[in-house]
């Protein structure tokens, strides 16, 4: 090995070493920086405008673009998860009263199970269900106890994420664009691989922020809204619960709203039920397929299943940062397969632009072995 090839190599390994000694220092707070990076994009346009506008300097206008955000989107945020912890709790305490008054007085829920058809069945288990609904309704109250206790806790710490967000949302704006032009050098891609992962990260956040965001934004909303008309409690809840499945296209909402007017209709308030079901079926249920294309639009050829599985395969492994992270991985995820396609053209073999009929023919039963694909005709082996 040449001393250049020694050093190159020495250089690569202490790049990669020192980076990734970097990136478990600052772990903790990585899923901010990526949200902070994922809104500067989005909140760039803005600044750049108040720039142009008023003349003003970069620090000021990536002010007022803080403070815009932090209007509009962190404060009520953040009183929606008030309502939604202390509404959250309360369904969690009805969910615990429901089950010690069943442990207390087993003969109620026993006389709701008469009606089913497999009655006798369930009595025969009776000390075995009675048992685990003790050890459920036990489980609850430690969870419970748990939760209310790092409750305290949880909230410094996502002041703390809140401010490690803005502070680097601040310098993103300001020096977002000469952060991507280095990035983008040192990757040994050509710029035209290089212009199609950016402009399919920006296409995607664009389109996941405007599409499954907002879409679930009023749907969930709409919904809780009915909710609270209908009389059901902690609506903000359910309707935070039904903006979250909304991802699943279709039948996202219903998984709540559904079962919500069956409980309804079974209390005999048949009108309230009727309505709630109309009003959730016509008009949520519709809001996807109505505004989807039009918010959406051309800004992302993904299709619909791999959005939903990078959406929910986001959120289970990221948490709520994977609602964004999720489809833009799933987007890098395509567009690096697009690059492969391209830079190894050469060499990957040729595919038939339809694919409507099969790729082996259904032969003739009385076709002979010559006929058949991969053998030589007699022709054929008269010129070999």
């Not at 199970?113 to 009655?119: A, I, N, R, S, T």
């Not at 902690?234 to 559904?258: E, H, K, Q």
Request: charged residues 10%.
């Amino acid at each position: 090995m040449t001393q250049d090839s020694l050093t190159k190599a020495t250089v690569i390994l202490m790049t990669l070493g020192i980076s990734a000694l970097f990136l478990a220092m600052i772990q903790p707070f990585l899923m901010t920086l990526l949200l902070a990076g994922i809104f500067s994009a989005l909140a760039h346009p803005f600044y750049l405008r108040l720039r142009a506008r008023f003349g003003w300097s970069a620090p000021l206008a990536a002010l007022l673009t803080l403070a815009s955000i932090t209007v509009i989107v962190l404060i009520p945020g953040a009183l929606l998860i008030t309502i939604l912890i202390g509404q959250a709790l309360d369904v969690s305490l009805l969910i615990r009263a429901w089950v010690r008054a069943v442990i207390e007085d087993p003969s109620g829920l026993m006389t709701w199970l008469v009606h089913l058809p497999f009655y006798e069945e369930v009595v025969r288990h009776r000390d075995l269900i009675l048992q685990q609904a003790g050890q459920g309704a036990t489980l609850i109250s430690k969870l419970l106890v748990d939760w209310v206790s790092s409750v305290a806790f949880k909230t410094v710490h996502l002041l703390f994420l809140t401010f490690v967000f803005l502070y680097s949302l601040f310098f993103l704006l300001i020096d977002g664009p000469n952060l991507i032009l280095k990035i983008l050098y040192y990757l040994p891609l050509y710029t035209r691989d290089e212009r199609l992962l950016l402009d399919k990260f920006i296409s995607v956040t664009r389109a996941t922020l405007k599409g499954t965001v907002l879409i679930g934004i009023l749907q969930g909303g709409l919904a809780g809204i009915a909710f609270a008309v209908a009389g059901i409690s902690d609506a903000v809840f359910w309707g935070t619960v039904m903006a979250v499945l909304s991802i699943i296209p279709n039948v996202g909402a219903s998984l709540i709203w559904a079962p919500a007017v069956v409980i309804l209709i079974v209390q005999g308030k048949i009108l309230t039920g009727v309505l709630l079901g109309l009003f959730c079926g016509l008009v949520v249920g519709t809001l996807d397929n109505l505004l989807r294309p039009i918010l959406v639009g051309k800004d992302t050829k993904m299709h619909e299943l791999m959005i939903f599985l990078s959406t929910l395969g986001g959120i289970f492994m990221f948490g709520l940062p994977g609602l964004f992270l999720g489809p833009i991985i799933g987007s890098l995820l395509i567009s690096i397969w697009e690059i492969y396609g391209i830079e190894f053209a050469e060499v990957l073999p040729a595919v038939e632009e339809s694919l409507s009929e099969p790729v082996v023919s259904n032969l003739p039963a009385d076709t002979s072995a010559q006929d058949a694909p991969g053998t030589l005709s007699a022709e054929e082996r008269s010129v070999d």
